[in-house]
């Protein structure tokens, strides 16, 4: 088994389509992507376990919480041990949260719900996150935005599928659409659930390859291909890259883009409910119309960025996400158009900077160990995965004790992200292209990215 799940059992022939590998990675990420589908979960989970807003928040927080950090320790076993072995880890915990999860319902226990959903599959999402993007750019050394965008696309994406298909269950299993009739469907929904991804994880595993060491796409020629701004032309190791202030800007980038859109992303479907008081349906079909955006701007933000250049592209994310806040404070609460207009771009945006960031970081720091670096920068995503979800709901609880309702309730949240957006704004503008002296010999860097018997095709 060990031998069939290594890197140098699925080095692929020189002749390979690449173009198949794009479809093994959105597997994945189709897959895991459930995560942005939570808040359909929501207001079941808070009627099943008579909880409020923070707690139930909880278990997405600690999802991405988990995400991050595992991305983080894993990331250089994931490069070292390759993508197939990376999804089949990934997708193991993935379902194993989900059936712990399905138990923690059943018993009403939320803190199985907490280590199911919460550790053991936020586990799961951070090496499954990062496990197809550094082989992706290694198939498009020509393209590694539209490379990352492919890959990154699915994870927003995944909500798309996840959101109706999970309100769906639960009122089929529930008898019914109406909360109480969803509540009693969660847990046959997250047994099918765990089913499917189980299945469509494996198909992506079987089939997800690296490249030839002497394979390059055809006609492009990397000695003649025109350097991006911010671009280096030598590589930096993992360890080195975190002593590099560039690292850390990004960083400081991430975390606030982040914190901005996973606000709306994890109160989406009670929020739009509050703000104009649709049904279960409907909140659930507006999440799916953020998976949307968020997945349109994994693909076509990161595929820009290869004209345009990343660190302009993130001047669009963050500049143009402040305004879109402004949008939804000042204007969103009397206007659903507007509402959803704006909370759309914010989203693509978002979704942008996450399929951007790992060109991003292979214009800085060279492809070496961009897998282990993008885990290592992923913490940033853990940290706002708690800090975005506990400042609105934090905002919303203290407006309800309050006595407020609708708009009020998370007004004071979007100014919060404005100025948050802001400083990230100033952060990027800081990054400078890496010194010389964080640069690796360029014959240990060959020779540590050679796999073992790949020398004949």
């Known amino acids: 088994m060990a031998s069939v799940l290594s890197r140098s059992a699925i080095v692929a022939p020189k002749s390979f389509n690449r173009w198949l590998i794009p479809p093994a990675a959105l597997a994945i990420h189709l897959c895991i992507g459930q995560v942005y589908a939570f808040s359909v979960f929501k207001i ?48 193991t915990c993935w379902v194993v949260g989900f059936l712990v999860a399905a138990l923690g319902i059943t018993t009403g226990q939320l803190w199985l719900v907490y280590l199911g959903y919460g550790v053991i599959g936020g586990i799961g999402l951070g090496i499954g996150y990062i496990s197809p993007v550094s082989t992706l750019m290694k198939w498009f050394p020509d393209r590694p935005g539209l490379a990352t965008g492919l890959a990154i696309m699915g994870f927003g994406g995944g909500a798309l599928i996840a959101s109706p298909m999970s309100n769906q269950l639960m009122a089929l299993y529930g008898g019914g659409s109406d909360p109480e009739h969803l509540v009693a469907g969660l847990t046959p929904t997250f047994l099918t659930l765990g ?17 030839h060491p002497d394979w390059t796409p055809k006609g492009f020629d990397p000695a003649t291909a025109k350097a991006k701004p911010m671009q280096t032309e030598g590589n930096v190791s993992a360890n080195n890259a975190i002593r590099t202030p560039q690292f850390w800007l990004l960083w400081v980038v991430l975390f606030l883009n982040v914190t901005a859109g996973i606000g709306i992303l994890e109160n989406a479907a ?32 990161s595929t820009t960025s290869d004209y345009l250049g990343r660190k302009n592209n993130y001047m669009l994310y963050l500049g143009g996400g402040v305004l879109m806040y402004l949008a939804v404070a000042l204007l969103g609460g009397n206007s659903l158009a507007i509402f959803i207009l704006a909370t759309l771009v914010i989203i693509s945006f978002y979704g942008g900077g996450f399929s951007t960031v790992p060109a991003y970081l292979k214009d800085l720091f060279g492809v070496f160990q961009v897998g282990a ?30 006595g407020k309702a609708g708009p009020a309730l998370y007004t004071p949240g979007m100014f919060i992200m404005v100025g948050a957006l802001a400083i990230g704004f100033v952060a990027n503008l800081l990054i400078r292209p890496v010194k010389e002296k964080f640069f690796e010999d360029e014959e240990a860097v060959e020779a540590a990215t050679t796999p073992s018997g790949t020398h004949n095709d």
């Open 44 to 91: 079941p989970f808070m009627s099943q376990f008579d909880a409020g807003e923070v707690e139930i928040g909880w278990i997405f927080s600690i999802a991405i919480l988990m995400l991050g950090i595992s991305s983080a320790v894993f990331g250089t076993w994931v490069e070292k041990a390759g993508p197939r072995a990376s999804m089949v880890a990934a997708g």
């Open 195 to 211: 089913i499917v991804y189980a299945i469509v994880i494996a198909a992506g595993a079987f089939v997800i390859r690296v490249p």
């Open 270 to 301: 009670p929020m739009i409910q509050s703000y104009f008081g649709l049904t279960a349906a409907a909140a659930a079909g507006y999440v799916g119309l953020l998976s949307l955006a968020n997945m349109a701007g994994r693909f076509v933000w």
């Open 373 to 402: 670096i993008h885990g290592r920068l992923l913490t940033a995503w853990a940290a706002a995965g708690v800090a975005g979800p506990f400042i609105v709901n934090s905002v919303v609880e203290a407006g309800q004790a309050a």
